[in-house]
């Protein structure tokens, strides 16, 4: 094997490595590579990618810098020194490469990508999608320019709260992944945006008064995304979700009260806020609260993920009943919670029985003898439960409290 046949298998596999998300490894090859050939132009790109996904931002640069100097117009690696700028917020010289390769009359379809990735930081998204466009009438298998169009329709996704160009975006992953499925930076972000459009789904569903009958299908035909990932969807996304969803919740319930009750234009501006709030909150987190119980009780998929996912909303859900007025849902909610924890199987065993009994005691505070006496019976009985599994404290003195 000549030397240049060496140089083309260590460039391809530096790039695979780092499409595996095997950095360092990939780091290593570009390495070797440049030991074979050090005025590569290739070379010092590969090294420079693989430094920008180690977060080496200042190393990147430099081997940019060299890639650029041994080949002054090279769009891709001018892209990719201009995002590495931006990562260190250099953002007036990050600027400046993007609109550089800008001025590139694109000759290949990676020219078209780096464009294309340079028009999106510029806010340009429109041309940016038509660049990936063009790049992938050139050559229909660039998973990347696959990968890179969904990252602009996903962004347009969370700006305009458009589930069709989260779809959308969804679709451009699955063909990347269907070309290349060891494209690890692909791989999660299809793994987060497919349960971010189901969790979406779900809460619209809920939130429009569906239950089980319209919800548990939705569920059954993605079984495979019920798991650590959607959870992290919901711990991620769901604070975002409220300060988004809320104020057009506020907007929607204040045409719907002035539609149906004159008396609302006559409160006070501030009380009107405060009850479009408070009612808006409410609304959602009851949805929320109303999701985690149906998939506690959903009996399909794996249980450890189910249970896991319920205690996120129940979770969730519960700062938003704090009022008094709202002590009845919270208990509920609470109640919820204990049982979750109790069949809980990840996490020390222990922590969840102590977590059990603190829900059904904050439930109790609520559900008094007097005022709700099933209730109260039904959180007695599961707190006498509770005791008599306990782990921590003194045994004698869990059965005398069970008891």
Not at 157 to 162: K, T, Y
Not at 179 to 192: A, C, G, V, W, Y
Not at 241 to 249: F, N, S
Request: charged content about 25%.
């Amino acid at each position: 094997m000549n030397d240049n046949n060496s140089l083309d298998v260590l460039l391809e596999q530096g790039h695979d490595l780092l499409d595996r998300g095997q950095y360092e490894a990939g780091l290593e090859v570009f390495h070797q590579a440049d030991s074979l050939d050090s005025n590569s132009p290739q070379v010092k790109y590969g090294l420079g990618l693989a430094y920008y996904r180690l977060e080496r931002y200042q190393d990147s640069i430099d081997y940019l810098n060299l890639a650029l100097q041994l080949e002054e117009i090279y769009p891709l690696a001018l892209v990719r020194r201009g995002l590495a700028y931006k990562a260190i917020e250099e953002n007036d010289v990050a600027n400046a490469d993007f609109e550089a390769v800008l001025k590139i009359e694109p000759q290949t379809y990676k020219d078209w990508r780096a464009k294309g990735i340079a028009s999106d930081e510029l806010g340009q998204y429109e041309t940016a999608l038509e660049c990936y466009e063009k790049a992938l009438k050139i050559e229909p298998n660039d998973y990347q320019s696959w990968h890179n169009k969904g990252l602009v329709l996903e962004s347009r996704g969370v700006i305009l709260q458009s589930i069709d160009y989260f779809e959308a975006a969804l679709s451009c992953y699955e063909k990347a992944l269907e070309i290349e499925p060891n494209f690890q930076l692909t791989n999660k972000k299809e793994q987060l945006l497919s349960r971010n459009i189901l969790f979406s789904k779900i809460l619209d569903i809920i939130m429009k008064g569906g239950e089980k009958e319209q919800v548990y299908p939705l569920l059954d035909r993605n079984i495979e995304r019920i798991d650590i990932h959607l959870n992290l969807v919901l711990q991620k996304n769901i604070p975002e979700l409220v300060k988004k969803i809320l104020p057009m919740m506020e907007i929607e319930l204040r045409n719907k009260f002035i539609e149906i009750d004159s008396v609302f234009e006559t409160l006070e501006k501030e009380v009107q806020k405060s009850l479009l709030k408070t009612v808006s909150e409410t609304s959602l987190a009851n949805s929320l609260s109303n999701f985690g119980s149906l998939i506690h009780e959903f009996s399909r998929g794996n249980r450890s993920h189910n249970i896991e996912i319920a205690i996120t909303l129940y979770e969730i859900s519960l700062p938003f009943f704090t009022q008094p007025d709202f002590s009845n849902i919270r208990a509920g909610i609470q109640n919820n919670l204990a049982n979750a924890y109790l069949e809980r199987s990840r996490g020390n065993k222990a922590d969840n029985l102590e977590q059990a009994i603190q829900c059904h005691q904050d439930s109790l505070m609520f559900f008094t003898q007097i005022d709700f006496p099933e209730e109260w019976a039904r959180a007695q009985l599961n707190l006498c439960s509770v005791y008599t599994e306990r782990i921590k404290g003194n045994r004698v003195d869990n059965l005398e409290q069970a008891i």
